[in-house]
């Protein structure tokens, strides 16, 4: 894992756990967020639209496993359904921007049902411009939530209700490599759900990104 993350993350996760450090944990979970996305802007510049849909680890077990637009469209699908239909109880910024037409999305899950060749299929259907404005909308939205918790409200668990809601919305594939989330997230409560889509989930797919990149540009 990058060392730099790595220990935002340690910082982060000690830093919220305690009433009198817990709004420097919320700046730190920003500060890691917006190095991780800055990553994500300079895959972008540095890559060709074919790096975005090449598989070069198909065979492999791990993240790295995947393509990098494909990973992008994961990382911000479950922290939108997370931070809005979990957590906010609102709308997901997927359906509210109209996002599955704009980014030319033949599903509207997380994508964990896909595997090897769907992945690379799917993913050079996904319009990258969309894709990218998309994920700036989520990361927006899902701060201006995290700003407004309190510290108590961070043992707040999920309502019982919340299950029922996200299989209604098809959002999870019932899939077995998708459908294990739904009780995984609303099994944890608010704190939980930070440590893991909005900070360590970014991290763990990110540099499965670098390393798919990395592999691309080193057979060029």
């Known amino acids: ?45 540095e890559s060709c639209r074919e790096d975005f849909d090449a598989i070069p680890f198909i065979n492999a077990d791990g993240y790295h496993s995947k393509t990098i637009a494909y990973s992008i469209w994961h990382i911000f699908r479950i922290e939108d359904i997370v931070a809005h239909t979990v957590i906010n109880e609102d709308e997901q910024v997927f359906f509210a921007g109209d996002y599955q037409t704009r980014i030319n999305s033949p599903i509207i899950t997380t994508g964990n049902e896909l595997v090897k060749q769907q992945i690379a299929d799917f993913s050079e259907k996904l319009n990258l411009k969309e894709l990218y404005s998309y994920i700036f909308e989520v990361k927006e939205s899902t701060e201006k939530i995290v700003e407004g918790m309190s510290h108590d409200g961070l043992k707040r668990k999920i309502a019982e209700d ?54 691309i540009h080193s057979t060029v």
């Open 1 to 45: 894992m990058n060392k730099e993350w790595s220990e935002l993350n340690k910082v982060m996760q000690a830093q919220i756990k305690k009433k009198d450090t817990y709004e420097e944990g919320i700046r730190t979970l920003f500060d890691l967020r917006n190095r991780l996305m800055q990553t994500l802007i300079s895959i972008r510049e």
């Open 162 to 215: 919340r299950k029922e809601y996200l299989k209604s919305l098809n959002v999870v594939s019932t899939d077995e490599n998708a459908v294990w989330l739904i009780d995984y997230w609303c099994n944890k409560d608010v704190r939980g759900l930070i440590q893991m889509p909005f900070s360590r989930h970014w991290i763990m797919h990110i540099e499965a990104c670098l390393r798919i990149k990395n592999k």
